[in-house]
Antibody
Framework: QVQLQESGPGLVKPSQTLSLTCTVSGGSISSGGYYWSWIRQHPGKGLEWIGYIYYSGSTYYNPSLKSRVTISVDTSKNQFSLKLSSVTAADTAVYYC???????????????????WGQGTLVTVSS | QSVLTQPPSASGTPGQRVTISCSGSSSNIGSNTVNWYQQLPGTAPKLLIYSNNQRPSGVPDRFSGSKSGTSASLAISGLQSEDEADYYCAAWDDSLNGSWVFGGGTKLTVL
């Protein structure tokens, strides 16, 4: 079955750019019908969706983070990546990658959900 | 402050039936399907219920979901100690050009 694994630095300095990669195994990132998302969870808090990318490269970001987020895809490596710029302590969180499955009817999304998720990676923003 | 509202905690004894509510609005639950995720301590969230009431393969039928209007519920019957976890509801929100929104999570304690 499809598995996702996050990787990247666990410590980032304030004002710098956080960079993470999600490696997909057991399936192709280029499979249609799937969107590849980043989601974060602040310590002891709930979940916050960051954005998604389709294998074609089209992206969509959470409006609250849009100005600082870039998600890219490398289909040759079966990976997608997250860059979050100008980080502060408020960006300290566990970052998850996840696959979003969509069912569309006549081009309209009728239902969608996240499955599976990566194990998550803690990124701490501190000098 | 989460867009979807869940009670912060719930509890029950083994064998009991517990329900967790998730309240939203017309732009999210009212117009899109609801999913539920289970997060066991120290692990990543796992899909528990999708499309309001569908169980992925491998999820026991003790877990069930429902939706009515702008609210949804997760029910767990025959409560077991391994059900102790955080539970999150989620839905796509059509406002502000769209975004996934989550509930704040409910910590379920098995007494």
């Amino acid at each position: 079955q499809v598995q996702l694994q996050e990787s990247g630095p666990g410590l980032v300095k304030p004002s710098q750019t956080l960079s993470l990669t999600c490696t997909v195994s057991g399936g192709s990132i280029s499979s249609g019908g799937y969107y590849w998302s980043w989601i974060r969870q602040h310590p002891g808090k709930g979940l916050e969706w960051i954005g998604y990318i389709y294998y074609s490269g089209s992206t969509y970001y959470n409006p609250s983070l849009k100005s600082r987020v870039t998600i890219s895809v490398d289909t040759s490596k079966n990976q997608f990546s997250l860059k979050l710029s100008s980080v502060t302590a408020a960006d300290t969180a566990v970052y998850y990658c996840a696959r979003e499955q969509r069912i569309t009817i006549f081009g309209v999304v009728s239902r969608n959900w996240f499955d599976p998720w990566g194990q998550g990676t803690l990124v701490t923003v501190s000098s | 402050q989460s867009v979807l509202t869940q009670p912060p905690s719930a509890s029950g004894t083994p064998g009991q039936r517990v329900t967790i509510s998730c309240s939203g609005s017309s732009s999210n639950i009212g117009s899109n399907t609801v999913n539920w995720y289970q997060q066991l301590p120290g692990t990543a969230p796992k899909l528990l219920i999708y499309s309001n009431n569908q169980r992925p393969s491998g999820v026991p039928d003790r877990f069930s979901g429902s939706k009515s209007g702008t609210s949804a519920s997760l029910a767990i019957s025959g409560l077991q100690s391994e059900d102790e976890a955080d539970y999150y509801c989620a839905a796509w929100d059509d406002s502000l050009n769209g975004s996934w929104v989550f509930g704040g999570g409910t910590k379920l304690t098995v007494l």
